[in-house]
């Protein structure tokens, strides 16, 4: 499988605790995005990477919102002390660095539940 | 900053017929492109077409086609001959050209229904 991969797909955790999400792109693409879907929402851009360079980060990424691409290569998302309010699907997406393509291949999403 | 509106949150056709998706947006960017992606239930979002706004002619691919009002700025998606596996979330997108290729605007979305 050559797309967008992430994992795990579904993660329910307990109000207070951490989690960490991963995503590994397309490998050729240099570009890496994250967004967030609530339901009945189209998804909100959280931050953006190019290469290894966190590039953009939307003011919907808090303080306990951290993500990371040391490689280059894979991501993660890492969220503190969760709430409820942080429930949602977490979607990466990938893209080369050719300005003309403007393309964005998405993965299947990490579904977040907070109880 | 950019918006972009999807005015009808749920839509239905029969299969075989033709239907047609609006999506409006907002921004005072020249150049920018527009996307239609289409998100079937518990699968990953897939790019379905796009449009460069610098290019009058509108883009087709297959049965799917859009209707390009830049003056209007109004970006409606026409799927033809619609099948069962058309049945989905479609999300308009807008992105700034000029090399940003950074983040996507997305609308809230419409589900379509194909019904046999």
């Known amino acids: 499988d050559t797309g967008v991969s992430q994992d795990p797909r579904h993660k329910i955790t307990k109000r207070g605790q951490n989690v960490t999400f991963r995503c590994d792109p397309i490998s050729e693409h240099n570009r890496l995005y994250w967004y967030r879907q609530t339901l009945g929402q189209g998804p909100e851009f959280l931050t953006y990477f190019q290469n290894e360079a966190q590039l953009e980060k939307s003011r919907l990424l808090s303080d306990r919102f951290s993500a990371e691409r040391p490689k280059g290569s894979f991501s993660t998302l890492e969220i503190q002390r969760t709430e409820q309010g942080d429930s949602a699907m977490y979607l990466c997406a990938s893209s080369p660095q050719d300005a003309g393509e403007n393309i964005q291949y998405f993965g299947a999403g990490t579904r977040l539940s907070v109880l | 900053a950019q918006t972009v509106t999807q005015s009808q949150p749920e839509m239905s056709v029969q299969e075989a017929e033709t239907v047609t998706l609006s999506c409006t947006y907002d921004?005072?960017?020249?150049?920018?492109?527009l996307f239609w992606y289409k998100q079937p239930p518990s699968r990953q979002m897939i790019l379905v077409i796009r449009q460069e706004a610098y290019k009058q002619q509108n883009a087709t691919e297959n049965r799917f086609s859009v209707n390009f009002q830049k003056a209007a700025k109004s970006f409606s998606l026409k799927i033809s001959d619609s099948q069962l596996g058309d049945t989905a979330m479609y999300f308009c997108a807008f992105d700034r050209s000029g090399g940003s290729n950074y983040k996507l605007t997305f609308g809230k979305g419409t589900l379509l229904t194909v019904n046999p």
């Open positions: 921004t005072s960017e020249n150049n920018y492109y």
